[in-house]
């Protein structure tokens, strides 16, 4: 079983930053395939991004691709989720995602992870 514990979050303004970290309890942190997903309210969770295993590998919704950049630290068993420019429209609840699998295809979908952390909360005032 894996734990995921999220943080980070909060309120900015338009054009800020935050920081999103996700911590894993799994000491094989190292094996799992990491994703970022949000859900603003009223609407459907989306993916964010995504980054490998080994972190050779991520990916972006086109909506956040150059603005946000996700990593990993694997001796730290935690992955980040740097997001700048923030718009009004990133206002959300931002959960990492945990699924052991290797590779480096791309995982968008949130059925196919296993683990998930409580979410954290993104406001971005106009």
């Known amino acids: 079983q894996v734990q995921l514990v999220g943080s980070g979050g909060g309120l900015v303004q338009a054009g800020g930053s935050l920081s999103l970290s996700c911590a894993a309890s799994e000491r094989t942190f190292s094996t799992y395939a990491m994703g970022w997903f949000r859900q603003a309210p009223g609407k459907e969770r989306e993916f964010v991004a995504f980054?490998?295993?080994?972190?050779?590998?991520?990916y972006y919704a086109d909506s956040v691709k150059g603005r946000f950049t996700v990593s990993r630290d694997n001796a730290k068993n935690t992955v980040y989720l740097q997001m700048n420019s923030l718009k009004p429209e990133d206002t959300a609840v931002y959960s990492c995602a945990a699924q052991s699998i290797f590779g480096t295809r791309p995982r968008i979908e949130p059925g196919l992870y296993k683990y998930w952390g409580q979410g954290t909360p993104v406001t971005v005032s106009s």
């Open positions: 980054i490998n295993w080994r972190g050779d590998a991520t």
